[in-house]
């Protein structure tokens, strides 16, 4: 039996690094395997070891092994979460399956980093924070990956507000936008089949758009209003035209608790945006604008001074005084979209050594499951203002 928070049999003599295995190798795999490979060159964290990947496809698992630099590859998750090396379970498959590997991992007493959205049910995601919690009970961290909140800019972002220097926030407007199912000809995969992805742009990009009006605020979203569209209803599939069973776009207006109202607008359809995740967040005395397609720039405005001279001014978020960046380059030189993902490995082994609990914990991909699934309500009731309901 090894010691959650070590990785380390308690009588072994040396310490070994904390073993990882890595299920799914495909885009998110592969921004994972950059972050494992980087974040102990940078970042004052517990050693690793990439261990073990794990997908379907045998011939494709050991090349992506190979090229993302794991010492072994593997089909079988059950095997290789069980190991005896290995201490971490990073989990980058698709929705449908991250229920069943995180829970039998958290049993396993293997620390837990899970891609968002948690799940694809809220009953799944209920599951999984039950098993969370036990496991945190014996120093077992768990973790949902919403990457953004490590995009130096937006934690910064959040510090201010959380500072006062917008005074009370009003207002916020979120668009995550993104145009990679303009053509109504490009394929099926697993993301347009609901039983896979759970929904569409709403749980892949607007639960993002989400996660960040609570990050910034520090407040839950309590209400929504939800709209949701499927513009393109069939693809081309392996076996010929397929239904697109999850929305392509989606349209919220949420209240959050304390006051603050949020309209979140995202789409996989708009054409010539790319991965344009846009803030604005409207406080009483000042505001802030960020757009992930510039996302070294924050751009604050403080309403203090004579009318005449206010205005937004461009923070460029790259001095070492500003989250995470002290680790990379020397000031003034910026970074980009895979860093962020360094910097949740660099928090989830912060917790892992600490013993503090990992954020954002499941509790909180739960909590974002169910605006989730109140916003799937409201669209489908047509408008209807729909609670979010937080007892189930
Ligand atoms: C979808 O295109 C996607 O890959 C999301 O799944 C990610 O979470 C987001 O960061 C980029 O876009």
Redesign the pocket.
């Known amino acids: 039996m090894t010691s959650p928070l070590s990785g380390q049999a308690p009588d072994d003599p040396a310490p070994r690094p904390l073993g990882v295995a890595m299920i799914g190798y495909a885009?998110?795999g592969k921004a994972h395997s950059a972050a494992w490979r980087t974040v102990g060159s940078h970042f004052d964290v517990p050693a690793t070891a990439r261990r073990v990947i794990v997908g379907r496809n045998a011939g494709q698992t050991a090349e992506a092994a190979a090229r993302y630099g794991w010492e072994d590859s593997s089909t079988d998750w059950r095997e290789a979460i069980h190991r005896e090396d290995v201490d971490i379970v990073d989990i980058c498959t698709p929705g449908y399956l991250h229920a069943e590997i995180a829970i039998e991992a958290l049993k396993a007493g293997k620390h837990v980093l899970v891609e968002?959205p948690l799940a694809n049910t809220i009953a799944e995601s209920t599951a999984m924070v039950a098993a969370a919690a036990e496991a945190r009970d014996h120093g077992v961290q768990s973790m949902v990956g919403f990457?953004?909140r490590r995009v130096p800019a937006l934690a910064h972002a959040r510090q201010l507000i959380a500072d006062g220097r917008l005074g009370a926030v009003r207002q916020l407007r979120i668009a995550y936008l993104?145009d990679?199912l303009v053509d109504a000809a490009s394929p099926m995969t697993w993301?347009l089949r609901r039983e896979t992805a759970g929904s569409g742009a709403l749980g892949?990009?607007a639960s993002?758009a989400l996660d960040q009006a609570q990050f910034l605020t520090g407040r839950n979203v309590t209400e929504v209003s939800g709209r949701l569209r499927t513009f393109v209803e069939e693809r081309p599939g392996p076996d010929g035209p397929e239904p697109v069973t999850v929305d392509d776009a989606a349209w919220i207006t949420a209240e959050l608790a304390g006051g603050a109202v949020a309209t979140v607008e995202v789409s996989?359809m708009a054409t010539g945006v790319k991965?344009g995740l846009r803030i604005e967040v409207f406080g009483e005395r000042g505001a802030l604008r960020f757009d992930l397609e510039n996302l070294n720039e924050l751009w604050l405005m403080e309403a203090t001074g004579p009318v005449t001279e206010q205005g937004f001014r461009r923070i460029l978020v790259t001095e070492p005084g500003h989250p995470y960046l002290d680790a990379w380059w020397p000031q003034g030189h910026i970074i980009g979209w895979e860093h962020t993902f360094t910097h949740q490995l660099r928090d989830f082994l912060t917790s892992i050594r600490t013993g503090r609990p990992a954020q954002p914990s499941f509790e909180a991909g739960l909590q974002i499951q169910r605006v989730l699934a109140a916003v799937e309500e409201s669209a489908a009731a047509k408008s209807a203002v729909v609670q979010v309901d937080s007892t189930t």
Do not use: A, E, L, V
Request: net charge positive; hydrophobic share 30%; aromatic share 24%.
């Open positions: 885009f998110m968002k990457n953004y993104q990679w993301r892949d990009i993002h996989r991965n």
